[in-house]
């Protein structure tokens, strides 16, 4: 056992000798976060002890991702939540078809991947295959309602 303390004292000071700074992770805020996406809005709600989201919704308005285009909208809750680990967290939602104005579709999932940078503010990519099309890009959120 002394060995691997030594070990690891000698990686945190060599480290430290060439100016590597790791910054801590951020623990992520309880509350309603609002973002923007390339496909519209979204919101994701963070439990009482920020170590899960609880629940996704989604606001379709500019999807233009595989034929073809719509628009709707579609919420997720999930007991215990989505995990939240060093401040990272993915958020993968299945959104059955037909549903409302979503129709024609078939089956779609969409996941949601990112960090929390800050008490206010995350950041990250979506994902989605749509109609054989593979889209992606980025999003950012900021916290609206602290619980």
């Known amino acids: 056992m002394a060995n691997k303390q030594t ?7 060599a480290i430290a000798s060439i100016g590597i700074y790791i910054p801590p992770a951020i ?3 309880p509350g309603t976060w609002k ?17 899960g989201i609880e629940r ?13 285009p719509w628009a709707g909208g579609w919420g997720d809750l999930r007991p215990g939540g989505w995990e939240i680990s ?12 037909p ?3 979503l ?12 960090v929390f940078e800050s008490a ?10 749509s109609g054989g099309d593979e889209c992606s890009g980025d999003w950012e959120a900021s916290l609206q309602d602290a619980e």
């Open 7 to 13: 070990l690891n004292l000698l990686f945190v000071a």
């Open 27 to 29: 623990a992520a805020t």
């Open 35 to 51: 973002g923007t996406a390339d496909f519209g809005t979204f919101e994701l709600v963070v439990n009482a002890d920020g170590t």
């Open 56 to 68: 996704s919704d989604y606001n379709f308005s500019e999807w233009n991702c595989g034929p073809p």
């Open 86 to 97: 060093g401040g990272a967290f993915s958020v993968l939602t299945e959104i059955p078809m």
């Open 99 to 101: 549903v409302g104005g």
């Open 103 to 114: 129709q024609g579709i078939g089956g779609q999932k969409i996941t949601l991947t990112g």
């Open 120 to 129: 206010s503010r995350a950041t990250g990519i979506w994902k989605t295959v």
